[in-house]
């Protein structure tokens, strides 16, 4: 249960932060709304996993799940274009949350 609140965090934070894009600097007011609302959503179920999960992992693979997504989203939705140093680079990310949650001590299971 805890990783699935986890997991709606981040796609509550990729929603929030794709829309926002689209806001405009928040001057327009749909996206803007949705913006606040997904990130109010994001933050309240990423604290009710900071219940039972360390902070330090949650906040890993929050944070490392959403560059991934944010970046897939951007490349999907908004035309960004990913080189390959930024592909690479989100491996790294993507390593390092794997490492921490396989290898460490400090993590939640």
Do not use: R
């Amino acid at each position: 249960m805890n990783y699935l609140l986890l997991a709606a965090a981040i796609v509550a934070e990729v929603i929030g932060t794709s829309f926002m894009k689209q806001s405009d600097g928040f001057s327009k007011l749909l996206p803007s709304a949705v913006t606040a609302l997904a990130y109010i959503v994001a933050f309240y179920c990423l604290s009710l996993t900071l219940k039972t999960i360390p902070t330090g992992i949650a906040y890993a693979i929050w944070s490392g799940s959403g560059i991934v997504l944010i970046a897939a989203a951007a490349w999907i939705f908004q035309g960004q274009k990913l080189d390959l140093p930024a592909m690479l680079g989100m491996a790294l990310i993507v390593a390092g949350v794997v490492v921490m949650n396989v290898f460490s001590a400090s993590s939640a299971h």
